[in-house]
């Protein structure tokens, strides 16, 4: 006997009794891994880009992943583009202005953008 199941497209026929088989290939990662830079696609400068206190920049879209670097409270940063992170928040890349370190760092930890009702990069990254 046999069940046939579909979550966009990747799940073909199997028995009723086994476990989904998910192509791996058609699922693209959601998040930046430690390791990965953002590609500049908002070039935006935001003043004093931080929400209130510093904000770690981090090496990929996780707590998990290294901080080369922090946003102080009066520091500009220029965007490059957004992410998701595994914590289902988003992400943006960008450049401290102060000390040209380049890294991560979760919206909810950055400024509302001029429109009042974003934070961070409004570009995604692609990934």
């Known amino acids: 006997m046999?069940?046939?199941?579909?979550?966009a497209g990747l799940i073909t026929?199997?028995?009723a009794n086994a476990a989904p088989k998910i192509d791996p290939g058609a699922i693209g990662p959601m998040h930046a891994n430690c390791g990965t830079a953002g590609p500049n696609l908002e070039?935006?400068?935001?003043?004093d880009a931080p929400a209130g206190g510093a904000a770690n920049q981090r090496s990929g879209?996780?707590?998990g992943c290294s901080a080369p670097g922090a946003l102080q409270p009066t520091d500009d940063a220029l965007?490059?583009?957004y992410t998701w992170g595994n914590d289902d928040y988003s992400w943006t890349?960008?450049?401290n202005q102060r000390t040209?370190?380049?890294g991560w760092v979760r919206d909810t930890l950055l400024d509302l953008n001029a429109d009042g009702f974003t934070r961070g990069s409004?570009?995604?990254c692609g990934f």
């Not at 046999?2 to 979550?7: E, F, I, N, R, W």
């Open 2 to 7: 046999t069940a046939t199941a579909a979550v």
């Open 13 to 15: 026929a199997m028995p």
């Open 43 to 47: 070039n935006r400068v935001e003043a």
């Open 61 to 63: 879209s996780s707590t």
């Open 79 to 81: 965007y490059y583009c």
């Open 93 to 95: 890349y960008l450049r």
């Open 100 to 102: 040209g370190v380049r």
């Open 122 to 124: 409004i570009e995604y």
